[in-house]
């Protein structure tokens, strides 16, 4: 696969992620899914537009500046809203649904950056991959985390506790 095609189809994963997220925002009726996917929905247009970046200026050497969150700053956003979390929530299927996509999509994702980041030579382009791996890498934890919750709150708090007593 070209370079240029690479980055087409890396465009083509953001720009999914960002409609599969705008729409389950837009779709569910509970207030927590619907700030998790719109964070995940903006966080996919910050990737769009440095990918586009990089395929404007590929060739001339332009160092782009990667913006987006690291894994420490979708952990806050989920810490800071757990608590919202704790109340009754009404999950439908497609809340559960939207989240398993969600999980499909950034480890589909994350597979295709870590190869594309093992075959490129440019420092820069390296660069943008592995930045594309740490991203996606951040919104698997943040969508597991927030899935794992809906699933079985109660072992979700178990867990977290354990983490946080062994320091892990």
């Known amino acids: 696969m070209e370079l240029k095609e690479a980055l087409q189809t890396a465009l083509d994963f953001e720009k999914t992620g960002h409609t599969i ?4 925002a837009n779709k569910t009726k509970n207030p927590i899914v619907e700030k998790t ?17 990089y395929i404007e200026n590929l060739g001339n050497g332009l160092n782009v500046e990667l913006k987006g969150d690291k894994l420490e700053e979708t952990q806050h956003f989920f810490n800071i809203n757990v608590k919202a979390f704790k109340e009754k929530t009404e999950l439908s299927d ?3 649904k939207a989240h ?46 927030a899935y794992d919750y809906i699933k079985d ?16």
């Open 100 to 145: 398993e996509r969600g999980l499909e999509l950034e480890g589909r994702a994350y597979d295709f950056y870590k190869e594309q980041h093992s075959k490129v030579l440019k420092p820069e382009i390296k660069k943008l991959f592995e930045w594309l791996m740490m991203q996606e890498n951040a919104h698997y934890e943040l969508i597991r985390k």
């Open 37 to 53: 996917f719109r964070y995940l929905s903006n966080q996919e247009l910050i990737h769009i537009e440095e990918i586009l970046m």
């Open 153 to 168: 709150p109660i072992g979700f708090y178990t867990e977290e506790e354990k983490w946080m007593a062994d320091g892990g």
């Open 21 to 24: 997220y705008e729409e389950s």
């Open 94 to 96: 497609d809340d559960i």
